[in-house]
């Protein structure tokens, strides 16, 4: 566990929280990329409402489909009855001199019915079942589009996680260098041979990477917390740059290979596609609204004292048929929803354009990312070695005369940077090429793989 140094009350609270996540962090057990990937699809609740929307998307094809497929219904009915009735009985002299004779039936009456309708002619369910089949394979692009963005956050999450570690620990070897400084200038003042401006100098840039430090450690703090709400747990230790890093060894290849691949695979241009063929068969399903519908009927009907006219009268029907319907006016619904519908395509191939111009753009980007990262990491790993030289032979220098205190400090800072530049680099050239190939179709956990060839435990 590295030492945290802080002052004043606020910095004590900073130490603590800092203090409770490494430990924490320490104990969870080391987090490959992999495994934090494989955890992300688990865990990422963002990830999880993709999954179960898909799943929900899944069941348009059924739903189309329905519409074609025969329904069948059945329903019973049963009621007690109390009837008052007036029944005329004609004139039998000399018995019965005539009239209304009331009274007063009680009955039980039941009704059992099962139909059968079989769309014949339906051409709003035949597009209604184009277009679920349709929007399942659009619910599926978009998923795998989300599965690539899962795959960029998890991996940028963990890069960051690293970096904001790295720059802590660069931070801390700063000030330990400065403090370092601090103690020879000391010595040097004391037995004369330095300057209470040394001394002033080493302590405010001493001072300035104590607050760099503190900053560097809430990030390192705010970084894992960030991976651990992706991967749902505390992300423990993390696997680091391999000591043999080299880039290049990824080929990218030209430019117009990934462009090509992008238009064909790209999985957001695959969902923008299929919402303007939507946007089609929504058309032809409104337009359904001006032909006539065909189905054909059958019925089984059994009924027992139904209605007070035959309430001692059992029936049995059975009967099949064809049901005709012909729309003729419905107030210009119908013109109205074909018109929307046609704005609708419109607007869907305009939003496919849109992400297609888009989509080269950050195409492009990441292809430029990873091409400039080759040449700024080279020249960065270049500019590290040339600054641990530097500062070297700086202090060789003061002992000789030649240079004064403020050259050290100078060289120390311009190594410190050159060595956090050079962390990014790496981590913006890997994260390039997986960016790269989420732009141009669908990745997963060999895509994750090959970055991760490039982390050691």
């Known amino acids: 566990m590295r030492a945290i140094i802080n002052r004043g009350g606020a910095g004590l609270r900073r130490t603590a929280c800092a203090l409770a996540v490494l430990l924490a962090s320490g104990s969870a057990g080391a987090v490959t990329l992999q495994g934090a990937y494989q955890a992300a699809l688990k865990n990422d609740p963002t990830f999880r409402m993709n999954f179960y929307e898909n799943e929900a998307g899944k069941e348009n094809a059924v739903l189309g489909r329905s519409n074609l497929l025969p329904s069948v219904s059945a329903s019973f009915s049963t009621s007690r009855n109390i009837a008052d009735q007036e029944v005329y009985y004609p004139p039998n002299p000399p018995l019965f001199a005539g009239g209304w004779i009331p009274s007063q039936p009680r009955y039980m009456s039941r009704s059992s019915v099962v139909q059968l309708r079989q769309p014949i002619l339906n051409l709003d369910g035949v597009a209604r079942y184009r277009q679920g089949k349709v929007m399942a394979k659009q619910s599926q692009a978009q998923f795998e589009a989300n599965t690539n963005e899962v795959a960029i956050r998890v991996v940028g999450a963990y890069f960051d996680a690293l970096f904001a570690d790295d720059q802590a620990a660069l931070a801390r070897v700063n000030r330990d260098m400065y403090a370092e400084q601090q103690k020879v200038n000391q010595r040097l003042f004391e037995k004369g041979e330095g300057t209470k401006t040394d001394m002033l100098e080493t302590r405010a840039r001493m001072d300035l990477a104590e607050a760099q430090l503190v900053e560097a450690q809430d990030n390192a703090v705010a970084a894992r917390d960030s991976l651990a709400g992706i991967i749902g747990g505390e992300p423990g230790s993390l696997d680091q740059l391999r000591d043999d890093f080299r880039v290049g060894d990824l080929d990218v290849g030209p430019f117009e290979k990934w462009q090509k691949l992008a238009l064909a695979n790209n999985r957001e241009l695959a969902t923008a596609r299929l919402a303007i063929e939507n946007a089609r068969l929504e058309i032809s399903k409104d337009r359904a609204g001006h032909y006539p519908r065909v189905d054909m009927i059958a019925t089984y009907s059994k009924g027992q004292a139904e209605s007070l006219n035959t309430y001692n009268q059992n029936s049995v029907n059975r009967a099949i048929g064809l049901q005709v319907n012909i729309p003729i006016y419905s107030g210009g619904a119908v013109n109205a929803t074909v018109r929307q519908a046609a704005a609708g395509y419109e607007r869907a191939q305009a939003d496919l354009d849109a992400r297609t111009a888009k989509a080269m753009v950050d195409l492009r980007k990441a292809y430029d990312v990873v091409q ?86």
């Open 372 to 457: 400039s990262s080759v040449h700024k990491i080279e020249a960065l790993v270049k500019a590290v070695e040339s600054g641990t030289e530097l500062m070297k032979a700086t202090e060789q220098s003061i002992k000789g005369g030649v240079r004064i205190n403020l050259d050290l400090l100078n060289a120390q800072q311009q190594l410190y940077t050159s060595r956090r530049d050079l962390a990014q680099a790496r981590y913006s050239y890997l994260l390039g090429v997986l960016r790269l190939h989420a732009l141009s179709g669908q990745i997963g956990n060999d895509d994750v793989r090959l970055i991760a060839a490039y982390l050691k435990s």
